[in-house]
């Protein structure tokens, strides 16, 4: 700064030095003119003057750029400072959120585990309710007829079962879309004894048209759909006091229940070839 202002004025007086030798030796050899000099003093003075604003001026630029790295030097500090507290900052609630995202997962899952359970629960106590219930496919419908009446014939000329109509607690007809099949009948048994005798005997319908099934609840009948149509890896399937057992391709039985994937059973897979 103070150097390109001591290069400026060093010029300027040499140049002024070069032209006043060269003034006085064009007029050294002539006498002196007293307004000649005050002209050359006044310009003399008045490029000195020049020379000083314009080291000032360069001396103001000079600073003002100075000042101004400075500062920029100073704000990218800032701002490094603050991207990596930013950063920082940022990884933190990204961690803890991590963390309680964990969390929550784990919440959710032993949530879904105790709701899984309940339901399991609530399907094998509705289930229960259920036990002494049958459901018979097949019978012919009758205009006014009695359920109670039509079923203790059918159980005794069909199956040879001494069940009257006071062994039974109530018989219906069950709605069902297709029209061109006779209704379905629930029956209820006031022993759940009567009911494991029709079971048993259910057997002996074979080719009558005629088929009897366990009343299963809607969830289990869903699951016990799936699992019969699975032929790849069920052989057998069958229900047993409202339990679902099947019979897999290396002839072992296994006992299906409510929530259970067949994935999950490690079941030997029957591949077919077209």
Not at 32 to 40: I, R, V
Not at 84 to 107: C, W
Request: aromatic share 6%; glycine share 4%.
């Amino acid at each position: 700064m103070a150097d390109t202002g001591t290069i400026s004025l060093f010029s300027y007086f040499k140049r002024k030095r070069n032209s006043s030798s060269t003034s006085s030796n064009s007029t050294s050899s002539s006498s002196p003119d007293p307004k000649k000099q005050k002209d050359n003093l006044e310009e003399t003075f008045t490029d000195i003057k020049e020379a000083e604003e314009f080291e000032e001026n360069m001396a103001e630029a000079n600073i003002v750029e100075i000042i101004s790295k400075e500062v920029e030097k100073k704000l990218e500090g800032i701002f490094d400072s603050l991207k990596e507290k930013i950063r920082e900052e940022v990884k933190n609630v990204v961690e803890n959120v991590m963390k309680r995202f964990d969390g929550l997962e784990k919440i959710v899952d032993k949530i879904e585990k105790e709701n899984m359970e309940l339901k399991r629960r609530l399907v094998e106590l509705e289930q229960y309710g259920r036990r002494a219930n049958v459901r018979i496919f097949g019978v012919k419908e009758e205009t006014g007829e009695d359920c109670k009446t039509l079923v203790s014939h059918m159980l005794k000329n069909k199956l040879s079962l001494n069940i009257n109509e006071k062994d039974i607690d109530a018989a219906h007809r069950l709605p069902q879309r297709a029209k061109d099949k006779p209704k379905p009948i629930i029956v209820r048994f006031f022993k759940r004894d009567d009911q494991e005798k029709v079971m048993r005997a259910r057997k002996r319908l074979k080719q009558t048209g005629v088929s009897i099934a366990e009343d299963l609840c809607r969830d289990l009948l869903q699951l016990y759909n799936r699992v019969r149509n699975d032929s790849s890896r069920v052989l057998e399937s069958w229900v047993w006091r409202g339990q679902i057992f099947i019979k897999d391709h290396r002839n072992e039985i296994h006992k299906v229940h409510y929530g259970q994937a067949l994935d999950e059973m490690n079941l030997p897979v029957m591949r077919y070839q077209p």
